[in-house]
């Protein structure tokens, strides 16, 4: 990773950053530790079973994962975007 921006706002509590690799690919972090955040953590963990998902499913990839019990991370393709009103609106949605 050559850079980093953190994402305020968001769903849930946990880290969110845009990253730059060092490859020159971008992508979207997201992070939480189970000793401070135990059901964001466990949302992660079933999320990443995203990387099953079909190739043509209109979703961000998943590039990787990382787990080591405690912290749980997920990286996915950035795709442009903001994050959207709440309650959500209809046209945001399309």
Do not use: N
Request: hydrophobic share 45%; charged share 25%; aromatic share 8%.
């Amino acid at each position: 990773m050559i850079a980093a921006a953190g994402q305020p706002g968001g769903f849930c509590e946990g880290l969110a950053a845009r990253v730059r690799l060092a490859d020159g690919r971008a992508a979207f972090v997201k992070a939480a530790q189970s000793a401070r955040a135990p059901a964001v953590a466990a949302f992660h963990r079933r999320e990443a079973i995203s990387e099953r998902l079909p190739a043509q499913a209109p979703v961000p990839r998943l590039l990787g994962t990382y787990d080591d019990g405690d912290w749980i991370a997920l990286a996915f393709e950035e795709v442009d975007g903001r994050l959207p009103a709440q309650p959500w609106r209809g046209g945001e949605l399309h």
